[in-house]
C-alpha cells in the first residue's frame, strides 16, 4: 500500500479554490518536511510547495506563491493544500510525499511510492 492517499480534486472555475488532503500511513509524518506536487498532461510532475517538520516554514514555486497554502496536522497524518484564486495552468494531477531537510531543500522526495493523485481541473 502506498503511504499516501490524496483527495480533494475536483472540476472548478477559474478564480476558484479548492483543499487537497493527503493522508499519510506507514511512517511518522512528524518528523519529516511534507511536499506537494504536481503533473500536468504531457510534463513531468513539479515541485509545488513544502512544509518543514518543524517550525511552521514553508516554501513554494513562483507559479503559486501568494494562492497556495500548505499546512499539515500531525494528529491527523495529514497535509493540506489550500488552493486559492485557481488558474488553468493549474490543472494536474496533484501528489504527496515526505522529504528528509535535504529533500525539502532540492524537492526531492523520499519515498519511492506515490499515491494516485487527485485530479484537479480548472476550466470554464
Known amino acids: 500500500q502506498a503511504p499516501f492517499v490524496e483527495s480533494g480534486g475536483g472540476l472548478v472555475q477559474p478564480g476558484g479554490s479548492l483543499r487537497l488532503s493527503c493522508v499519510t500511513s506507514g511512517f511518522i509524518i512528524s518528523t519529516y518536511a511534507m511536499l506537494w506536487y504536481r503533473q500536468a498532461p504531457g510534463k513531468e510532475r513539479e515541485y509545488v510547495a513544502g512544509l518543514r517538520a518543524v517550525g511552521e516554514i514553508s516554501k513554494y514555486a513562483d507559479s503559486v506563491k501568494g494562492r497556495f497554502t500548505i499546512s499539515r496536522d500531525n494528529a491527523k497524518n495529514t497535509v493540506y493544500l489550500q488552493m486559492n484564486n485557481l488558474k488553468p495552468e493549474d490543472t494536474a494531477v496533484y501528489y504527496c510525499?515526505?522529504?528528509?531537510?535535504?529533500?525539502?531543500?532540492?524537492?526531492?522526495?523520499?519515498?519511492?511510492?506515490w499515491g494516485q493523485g487527485t485530479q484537479v481541473t480548472v476550466s470554464s
Open positions: 510525499n515526505a522529504a528528509s531537510i535535504s529533500g525539502y531543500t532540492d524537492g526531492t522526495p523520499h519515498f519511492a511510492s
